[in-house]
């Protein structure tokens, strides 16, 4: 649902902005649909890094779950906006309250190994396609029911006055379901959380063993005192004195035999315990003498330590201080960063494809109606959904992940180049084919890169700094995501109503687009082979 909530708007977005009054040339709503494209992204950039140090605190599942409830409630309102204040302030409050994908992605890392994580990352993308299949497809199928559906939904009735609330309150309803699923099938991933509440389980559930230790450890919760007590007060009245004084020398027959079992107990600890002083003598003056070679004049000392701990552990740390360590990092700056320049680039080509579907053919476009272009990406994105299932695991098992990441990047750039040569075919039949298999290409490359990508910011960080920095990428990520519609869509409206000739006219913003995907492909060509492990260290 969090795709769809995304992507559900992209088929009906310009016909929106026409709805609402601020224009009525399709040619021109480019200046106005990429800020509400936008406002998504940009809510998410303001609050990702804060939701990322929430996950690490008080677990992943509680993000997750405030997440979905933010999306079904600000989905119904968006599709019930009577103005554009009103679709844009809806929007940005969807995004301000999301942090599923960078939670969701924190999960699987934490949950997976290195071996399996490719493959259950590649579900996580292709539930994400499963979004981009049912979104821009129930978008563009249902919006403006009242037009498609007359006798269904007759002029004046409630879908009439609310020509998209359909679509927003399908969202809202797999928003809900998705909720509920959550809240009883999920188990909590983050650790801490996940020892703590193992710990309160299993509290108490076992009995105390046997011997000197079973006993020690019962006399410290009060258990077996207190039942040794009771006993003794009711044996002192049922019994005689001479049945006392028999239980006196099997007393002291026990107590001799649990004190040497004490003495024998205390010589073995004494024993371990000379044998780590010997190692760690031996160890000190080892060392000791390679500094007397070093520098004479420093007298040789020993020095017995038989514990060592951190001044700083990682609990110790403040998210600031996380925050910053990261923002230092070269490697976590440069993953980050190619992941940035490619949700520009994947979020431009997304948004534009939209609004060159709408233009008109004089300018370049298609003239589709919004039924064509949720029928163009509803088809690509069901084929996309299977072969991302099953070739993605074989091809990164083969290459490895970050050649994965390489290669989908690389690829994509000539099919970025020749999607608006495709307005120049004359035949219905094969302009069709040539959208749908140049979409689901392009998905599928784009889908390499992404899934590599998150696999890869993962693997440049500690496991306890995962939520953080997924945190911190989704962030980051999300204002590029929001430059991108707001820039890509004017930048497009310009293209398309200047009357200049190539490259400045719709092939403009695909060069853009295309120039990005060949920035991230170059940052990703100059990253170490060591990041396709976990960092240890």
Not at 156 to 161: E, I, K, L, M
Not at 233 to 256: A, F, G, H, L, V
Not at 441 to 456: C, D, E, H, P
Request: proline share 4%; with cysteine; net charge negative.
């Amino acid at each position: 649902c969090n795709a769809f909530s995304v992507t559900m708007l992209f088929p009906f977005m310009g016909f929106m902005v026409m709805d609402l009054g601020l224009t009525d040339n399709p040619n021109e709503v480019g200046y106005y649909a990429g800020y509400i494209a936008c406002m998504f992204m940009l809510g998410r950039f303001l609050s990702s890094v804060v939701w990322g140090a929430v996950s690490d605190r008080y677990g992943r599942k509680l993000v997750i779950l405030l997440g979905l409830l933010a999306t079904g409630l600000f989905a119904a309102l968006f599709g019930f906006s009577t103005s554009f204040t009103m679709a844009l302030v809806t929007r940005f409050l969807a995004g301000f309250f999301n942090a599923i994908v960078g939670t969701v992605k924190t999960c699987v890392s934490e949950i997976c190994t290195e071996q399996s994580q490719p493959v259950a990352m590649s579900v996580v993308t292709s539930s994400w396609y499963m979004g981009l299949i049912l979104g821009p497809a129930v978008g563009g199928l249902i919006a403006q029911p009242s037009l498609k559906w007359p006798g269904l939904f007759p002029p004046g009735s409630f879908f009439s006055r609310f020509p998209y609330a359909l679509p927003c309150l399908v969202c809202t309803v797999m928003s809900v379901g998705s909720f509920f699923n959550v809240l009883y099938y999920m188990q909590e991933t983050l650790a801490s959380k996940r020892n703590a509440t193992a710990v309160d389980n299993t509290k108490y559930s076992k009995l105390p063993a046997e011997g000197a230790e079973g006993v020690e450890s019962a006399l410290e919760m009060g258990e077996v005192q207190d039942e040794l007590h009771n006993s003794g007060e009711k044996n002192e009245e049922e019994e005689d004195i001479s049945m006392e004084d028999t239980q006196q020398d099997k007393m002291k027959s026990s107590s001799t035999k649990d004190a040497k079992a004490y003495s024998k107990l205390t010589q073995d600890v004494s024993q371990d315990l000379s044998q780590v002083i010997e190692d760690e003598l031996e160890l000190e003056s080892s060392t000791d003498d390679s500094q007397e070679e070093a520098d004479p004049e420093v007298p040789a000392t020993t020095k017995i330590t038989v514990m060592k701990e951190p001044l700083h552990t990682e609990k110790d740390l403040s998210w600031c201080s996380k925050l910053s360590t990261l923002c230092r990092d070269p490697l976590v700056v440069r993953v980050v960063g190619m992941y940035c320049l490619w949700s520009l680039a994947t979020i431009m080509l997304d948004d534009v494809y939209s609004l060159w579907c709408l233009s008109d053919k004089e300018v370049g476009g298609l003239g589709f109606k919004s039924s064509e272009i949720g029928s163009t990406l509803g088809i690509s994105g069901v084929l996309l959904m299977i072969t991302n299932t099953l070739f993605y695991p074989v091809i990164t098992k083969r290459l490895g992940t970050l050649r994965t990441f390489i290669y989908g990047t690389a690829l994509s750039v000539p099919v970025i180049f020749i999607i608006p040569f495709l307005s120049g075919f004359d035949s219905v039949g094969w302009l069709w084919f040539g959208l749908i298999s140049s979409s689901l290409v392009k998905g599928f490359l784009q889908n390499m890169a992404y899934t590599s990508n998150f696999i890869l910011i993962n693997n440049s960080v500690l496991a306890t700094r995962r939520g953080t920095v997924n945190g911190v990428a989704m962030s980051v990520a999300s204002l590029f995501k929001a430059i991108g519609p707001a820039s890509g869509s004017i930048l497009f409206a310009w293209s398309v109503t200047n009357g200049l000739s190539y490259p400045l006219n719709h092939h403009f913003i695909f060069l853009v687009c295309t120039g990005l995907a060949l920035a991230t492909w170059f940052i990703g060509s100059r990253l170490p082979e060591s990041i396709q492990s976990a960092r240890k260290s």
